[in-house]
DNA sequence: ACCTTCACG
DNA sequence: GACGTACGTGAAGGTG
């Protein structure tokens, strides 16, 4: 039939359905392999709805659509770059959900709309106004208000979830003005959902007032000089060019160059058989039923899963129920171009999944990759040989390939599309190593979910992340070791040497472990409220070390050797002197015979120590017994320069990359539990710079040519989280006027007038609030300040006189941890505290770790924060992140753009705590730049 | 594998 | 009343 008088059209706004089935309904999954549908179902029972009639009161559809957005890009982007900048990202059980909406419709037999570069909006806002013109009328079934500009004459809309028209008086009552001056005061009040700027300060009301009296809002900008109220007079005439952009916005395109005719969309009883089947391949038994009968043909069978267990036992142990057993002879070795096409169809059918790399090393940016495995389905896994070698015992130690691998280029060439596909989740187990080994194989993998940053969201100080520990904890199953396949010491061997069928029972298991803790983590994260922890502190930072790591910072060798035979030098002299002090030679870097030496054969004073029965010989020790002898200082300078040579300017030497010059940390996201990072191979977080010849080692690390290094620290980050979270007046004034706070702490402590205050004075207030921090103890103090344990208490004692807020913090905190047994940062991660309420001398290490987690964590969460903003706000600029030590941000920038990137990442910096949370103290970067990090720090 | 020591925030 | 104590890390070298 041809669209025209007496026709009606229903235009269903697709992601809209799609947003409120996924916020409406508790999270559903598929029984038999627990793909996320819950969405889905929602969506499909909605279109059921419409099409079928439903319990509505509306008028019955000829002609029926739905419309999706087909990417996040359109033309607004151009006309405002921050359009829909502010969008938190989609859940990451939603995304695999959008392609089997798609999915959905046709299975109803309704047309399905979506054009790249256009909203759907614009695409209805076009077929509303070609079904008006046709003669006939059209009915938008959503909720959403930018559509409901639409509405006028032939056209009104329907909130399907309210079960409620929305007309002019609906309008009316939203905007406070008619359909027709929606845009006009969309655009003055702005929207943050959307990110349309508007006018500051001004809101709804406001903008209907204004237009109502105006009558329009090219009136009203051509007249604002009239406006009395002066604030508002002002911010009219000084935005007017941000209002005029924010309506190119929010003004929906009627003329979209659609292609589908209105004829084309006309209302079609659904293919029955293609529907069910649909509906049974998802499992949704009530719709499958509900809609069989109304159809009129019999329901297709759908399986149940293999245990039908009582729900409360299902309840104590659901992963051991619904997982099939692991087999290690079920897994499939792919050798030809063939099997993997399948694979692949398999992936992008489900739009997961669960991906792991072996290759011939740990460090990521030495690494070969030897194979890739990748499962789709609990208990089904494949592994892909890629450059498996002949075993070690070959003749001349050459690496002969070994048959029956497909070729390594062109099974990239072919996972390339999948890895990178924005409709497929990729998920790993510390995918940050499998996404370094493909993006140097030039392969984007995005977007991902990793289960040991879930784990870690969740659980962190509950157990360490490994995948290990992970399956053992949550599957129940022991992973196949690695060693026996790799060997140990002599004898061992890298991945590459291990046969292709050990490799393949091995890797195949590791894709199978990750993607069945990816079934059981993820809904969890929802039900510990750590969903948001996950998504934003967590799950953004992995490409950003990734980048971090892949770049490295460049490091002299040669300033570096020149060190190291110094330092030799000096030790050399100071050993002799050693031997000669204790008359017999011994080897310094034994604490067990230097022990020997200072109190056995030179008598000295200071007993044994430690469970062991050794001698403690520790820098405090020696510094005591330094007044007493020669030796014990020697050795103190000794061992400066022994430390220094072997951890720093002897080892970081071994770890230059040949191939790139440079320095690689790897950054571990879960190895500290407050949510630090943690740096190994090597530790780039503890080059020394207290002491006048550790710093020199900075020296080493240098910029390239025409590159400066530029170094941004928090100043006092902690103190000032301390201040905020613990609400001291005091010390929040300090902060904000700038003052130096250790010495205000003394000052407030002592009653020093600041301008009579000694340095030593403000030395010990500096380490009281250090020792806030840490949980403070009279002991504790006493030892670092090296004062009788009772002055230390009587400091104490009178630092909380004058600051009760602290001692109210620490009391909160600690009744908080016994309560839960974890403690939160601002931001709501978890860190947990098991041992808080056993007996013992645990319980004192929780106590102080509890007290010390928020304020530590908080200030992790902060510079994370940051870190994930920074690559967007330095975009373009020819300026690198390097590297991140707690409270500091090192980069390398081209020397033009030094200024530029200063100003932009201490921005960045300042206000990464913002908007999810107010603080009430200033947080202060301070930036530094220099040819070497000694110089920039 | 564990302990001690010491580098950093 | 005794116990053992600052918080969070990683690397190197000695020892058993």
Redesign the pocket.
């Given at each position: 039939m041809a669209f025209g008088k007496g026709s009606h059209l229903h235009l269903i706004d697709g992601s809209a359905f799609i947003f409120r089935a996924y916020h409406a309904l508790p999270p559903l999954t598929r029984k038999s392999d627990g793909l996320p549908v819950g969405a889905v179902q929602g969506f499909c029972n909605l279109l059921w709805n419409e099409i079928s009639g439903g319990t509505t009161n509306k008028s019955k559809p000829t002609h029926i659509a739905v419309i999706f957005d087909a990417s996040s890009i359109t033309f607004r982007n151009e006309i405002y770059d921050l359009y829909k900048a502010n969008r938190p990202e989609l859940p990451e059980d939603l995304r695999p959900q959008f392609p089997l909406t798609r999915e959905a419709t046709r299975a109803f037999n309704v047309s399905c709309i979506e054009m790249e570069g256009f909203e759907a909006d614009d695409i209805i806002a076009t077929y509303a106004r070609l079904a008006t013109e046709a003669g006939g009328s059209a009915t938008i079934v959503s909720s959403d208000k930018d559509l409901m500009q639409l509405v006028g004459p032939g056209v009104d809309m329907w909130d399907p979830m309210k079960s409620k028209t929305l007309a002019e008086a609906e309008v009316f009552e939203k905007f406070g003005v008619g359909p027709d001056r929606v845009v006009d005061v969309q655009s003055l009040a702005g929207d943050s959902v959307d990110n349309v700027p508007g006018a500051p300060g001004i809101g709804l009301k406001t903008a209907a007032l204004l237009i109502n009296e105006y009558g329009d809002l090219d009136t009203l900008l051509a007249r604002a000089e009239e406006i009395k109220q002066p604030k508002r007079r002002q911010t009219l005439i000084e935005h007017a060019e941000q209002i005029r952009i924010s309506r190119r916005l929010v003004t929906l395109s009627r003329d979209v160059p659609v292609e589908d005719t209105l004829d084309s969309l006309e209302c079609r009883t659904p293919e029955s058989e293609a529907l069910l089947d649909f509906l049974a391949k998802m499992e949704f038994r009530t719709l499958t039923r509900r809609i069989s009968e109304k159809l009129g043909v019999e329901a297709p069978a759908i399986a149940e899963p293999a245990s039908a267990a009582p729900k409360a036992e299902k309840a104590a142990a659901p992963a051991e129920i619904e997982h099939p057993p692991f087999d290690a002879d079920k897994y499939e070795c792919v050798r030809d171009m063939n099997a993997l096409s399948v694979w692949i169809a398999r992936i992008m059918d489900k739009g997961f999944v669960a991906v792991d790399t072996e290759t011939t090393s740990l460090d990521e940016m030495r690494a070969e990759l030897v194979g890739i495995s990748l499962s789709v389905t609990p208990g089904e896994a494949c592994y892909i040989p890629l450059n498996h070698v002949q075993g070690a015992d070959d003749l001349f130690g050459s690496a002969n390939r070994l048959d029956g691998q497909i070729d390594p280029e062109q099974a990239l060439a072919a996972l390339k599309p999948m890895l990178e596909d924005a409709s497929i989740l990729k998920i790993g187990q510390n995918i940050k190593y499998d996404a370094k080994i493909f993006a140097r194989r030039g392969i984007n993998v995005a977007p991902f979910d990793d289960t040991m940053l879930m784990s870690y969201a969740m659980f962190s100080g509950l157990h360490n992340h490994g995948m290990d520990e992970l399956s053992e904890t949550y599957l129940n199953h022991k992973p196949i070791p690695i060693k026996p396949l790799l060997g140990s010491g002599k004898t061992a061997r890298t991945f590459d040497k291990v046969g292709i069928e050990d490799a393949t029972k091995y890797a195949a298991e590791d894709a199978d472990i990750t993607l069945r803790l990816w079934q059981s983590l993820r809904p969890r994260l929802h039900r510990e409220r750590v969903t948001n922890v996950y998504e934003t502190l967590e799950r953004p930072l992995v490409p950003v070390l990734a980048q971090m790591e892949m770049h490295g910072i460049r490091v002299d060798r040669q300033t570096l050797s020149r060190m190291s035979s110094a330092f030799a030098q000096k030790m050399a002299g100071l050993e002799a002197e050693i031997h000669d002090l204790a008359g017999e030679t011994f080897?310094v870097?034994?604490?067990?015979?230097l022990g020997e030496v200072l109190f056995d054969k030179l008598g000295l004073q200071g007993g044994k120590k430690?469970?062991?029965g050794?001698y403690?010989?520790?820098?405090d020790i020696?510094e005591d017994l330094a007044t007493e002898h020669e030796l014990p200082g020697r050795v103190?300078d000794w061992?400066?320069l022994?430390?220094?040579k072997?951890?720093y300017t002897?080892?970081l030497q071994d770890h230059i990359n040949p191939e790139t010059g440079r320095v690689h940390t790897s950054y571990?996201q879960t190895?500290?539990?407050?949510g630090?990072l943690?740096?190994?191979?090597?530790?780039l977080?503890?080059?020394?710079?207290?002491?006048e010849e550790?710093?020199r080692i900075r020296e080493a690390f240098v910029a390239s040519e025409g590159h400066k290094l530029v170094s941004l620290d928090y100043s006092q980050i902690e103190l000032r989280i301390l201040a905020h979270i613990a609400d001291i007046p005091a010390l929040k004034q300090a902060f904000r006027d700038g003052h130096d706070i250790h010495a205000m702490t003394a000052s407030e402590m002592f009653g020093v007038p600041l301008d009579q205050m000694t340095p030593e004075v403000r030395r010990q207030a500096k380490?009281?609030n250090?020792?806030v921090i840490?949980?403070?103890?009279g002991?504790?103090?006493a030892?670092?300040l090296r004062i009788p344990r009772a002055e230390a208490q009587a400091f104490i004692d009178t630092y909380f006189e004058r600051f009760p807020g602290i001692r109210d913090y620490m009391d909160k905190t600690i009744e908080f941890a016994k309560a839960h047994a974890y403690v939160e940062t601002l931001f709501g991660r978890r860190i947990h505290t098991p041992e808080i309420n056993a007996k013992g001398?645990g319980a004192?290490?929780a106590r102080?770790?509890a007290i010390?987690?928020p304020i530590?964590g908080t200030a992790a969460d902060i510079i994370r924060r940051a870190m994930t903003r920074i690559p967007q706000a330095i975009e373009g600029l020819p300026a690198k992140m390097l590297l991140q030590?707690?409270?500091?941000l090192v980069f390398e920038v081209e020397e033009s753009a030094v200024d530029d990137t200063i100003a932009r990442v201490k921005a960045v910096m300042e206000g990464a705590h913002e908007p999810a949370v107010e603080i009430d103290v200033p947080l202060i970067v301070d930036a530094g730049v220099g040819d070497n990090w000694a110089q920039a720090h």
């Open positions: 080897n870097g034994s604490p067990k015979q430690g469970k062991t050794a403690s010989t520790g820098a020696l103190l061992r400066q022994s430390k220094l072997s951890t002897d080892a571990q190895g500290a539990n407050t630090r943690a740096s190994t191979d090597p530790n977080q503890n080059i020394p710079i207290r002491t550790g710093r380490a009281i250090f020792g840490y949980g403070i103890s002991f504790g103090l030892r670092n001398p004192g290490f102080r770790g010390n987690a530590q030590v707690h409270d500091e």
